[in-house]
């Protein structure tokens, strides 16, 4: 009995020896920082303790707050940007119970059935940062993308950014075909008559020009009609030393300018493609120490256009066509170096349309009259004889310039060769074909990939040439 006895009251003592080594490790241990508590933005959450806290601080109030209730059984914890902290709890005797590391992240319960109720064929994947989101997953389009992006941003603060790690699963390469398509006309008529030449006495010369010079293209009024040839609508006689040379300057002309420019340009959505047909002319620069640099203007038939794949095959672009020539009117002259102009013609704008849909860009109708009389003072005056002394030149100039843009959604082929070229198959022909047939080539061979027929069922005849439609 009395073993008995002892052998429990020594089990007794073991237990309070241990308990109060547990007790006075744990309340002389530091605060363990492995507990984890993830709240949103705007959102709180209430933490139990496992006893009373005297005092309960965090680290970053910035990130988040906490309240304490007089009790000290549990605190609060509120978040109020993104971010990570750390939250401590004190006993009564000023040393820490317990750690917690605090995660504030973005609502991204909100903003995920935002997007998809807005988006519902993109799936999005969101990841929260402390500098903002990362946006992952798959959008049908680049528009579908972009939207996705813009919303997400509009969750965020005015430091925070959106890392776009969508990707498109649809092409997105857009060709545009552009037609310009101008048409320029002149008419001029001119009536007058010009004396060029009145007397010759030795080596002088004495005229009046009262319209163009039709004898020397570019000529002055006095010069020795010396050597000088009869032309039409003129009459010159010619009498020891004295030239009399009177010519009936009239003039009827008709100028007709077509411009065609068909030109095929293909860019990714959101890139930029341009193209230009015509050429460069020289500008010479004065640099600040004197020195003369060349630089070079273009001229010619140019286009640049940035497409944008929206949803729905539709397709928002941005274009901008410029049709320039080289031109005299404006032109200046610096240092005996005549620097010509340009006449431009140009349309920007912005259209939404789907692929394979036309549009007209712009629509130009110039309309230019111009009338000059030109007479000798004095002479030119006097009534019914006068007209022998004048001169009178009419001029107009017609433009019109139309331009057609069309659009297509085009994908790369896998088979390279699935596309023919005008030289496929082309054979040139012999010498004795040449020049006893008239040949030029010999009709090519088919390989048999391609069918020989054009719309409609018309059958080709050969593999090189373009169809007129």
């Not at 059935?113 to 064929?121: A, T, V, Y």
């Not at 552009?178 to 002088?204: C, D, M, P, Q, Y």
């Not at 004889?385 to 297509?408: A, K």
């Not at 699935?418 to 040449?434: C, G, H, K, M």
């Amino acid at each position: 009995m009395t073993t008995t006895t002892a052998r429990r009251l020594g089990r007794a003592a073991l237990i309070c020896i241990v308990s109060t080594i547990l007790a006075t490790l744990t309340l002389t241990s530091p605060a363990r920082a492995d507990t984890e508590v993830t709240i949103e933005v705007n959102a709180g959450k209430t933490v139990p303790l496992s006893r009373p806290a005297a005092t309960v601080f965090v680290a970053n109030p910035e990130i988040a707050d906490v309240q304490a209730p007089a009790n000290g059984a549990s605190f609060f914890v509120f978040g109020k940007a993104p971010g990570r902290t750390s939250v401590f709890a004190l006993g009564a005797d000023g040393k820490p119970m317990v750690s917690y590391s605090v995660s504030v992240t973005q609502p991204l319960g909100d903003l995920k059935r935002r997007l998809s109720s807005q988006l519902p064929d993109t799936q999005a994947d969101l990841e929260s940062t402390p500098g903002g989101i990362i946006l992952s997953g798959t959008a049908p389009s680049p528009a579908a993308a972009a939207q996705a992006a813009e919303l997400t941003r509009q969750f965020l603060g005015k430091d925070q950014q959106v890392i776009n790690r969508l990707k498109v699963a649809m092409g997105s390469q857009v060709n545009l075909r552009v037609r310009i398509a101008e048409v320029s006309r002149s008419v001029t008529k001119e009536l007058g008559f010009n004396w060029e030449s009145l007397f010759n006495v030795g080596a002088f010369t004495f005229g009046i020009a009262t319209g163009r010079d039709a004898l020397v293209a570019g000529g002055s009024i006095l010069r020795s009609t010396t050597g000088a040839a009869s032309l039409p609508f003129g009459y010159q006689s010619s009498n020891g030393r004295v030239d009399v040379n009177t010519v009936i300057d009239a003039l009827a002309e008709d100028g007709l300018v077509s411009i065609l420019a068909e030109p095929n340009l293909t860019a990714l959505s959101g890139e930029t493609a341009s193209f230009l047909a015509g050429g460069e002319f020289p500008i010479p620069v004065n640099q600040r120490d004197g020195q003369i640099t060349v630089e070079f203007k273009q001229f010619g038939v140019s286009l640049d256009f940035t497409p944008t794949v929206m949803s729905g095959d539709r397709i928002s672009m941005k274009v901008r066509p410029e049709v320039s020539e080289l031109t005299e009117e404006g032109a200046v002259v610096i240092e005996n170096l005549k620097i010509p102009a340009l006449s431009v013609r140009r349309a920007e704008t912005t259209v939404e349309l789907g692929s394979g849909q036309s549009f007209a860009v712009a629509g130009l109708l110039q309309n230019n009259s111009r009338t000059v009389a030109q007479r000798v003072p004095g002479l030119g005056d006097v009534p019914v004889l006068g007209g022998l002394f004048s001169s009178t030149r009419f001029q107009r100039n017609e433009t019109e310039l139309v331009i057609v843009v069309t659009p297509y959604m085009v994908r790369p082929v896998s088979q390279p060769g699935a596309f023919q070229t005008p030289n496929d198959n082309y054979i040139p022909a012999s010498d004795l074909e040449r020049i006893f047939v008239g040949r030029i080539n010999k009709p090519g061979q088919s390989d048999g990939t391609n069918p020989l027929f054009g719309p409609g069922g018309v059958r080709l005849r050969g593999d090189v040439g373009f169809i007129l439609e």
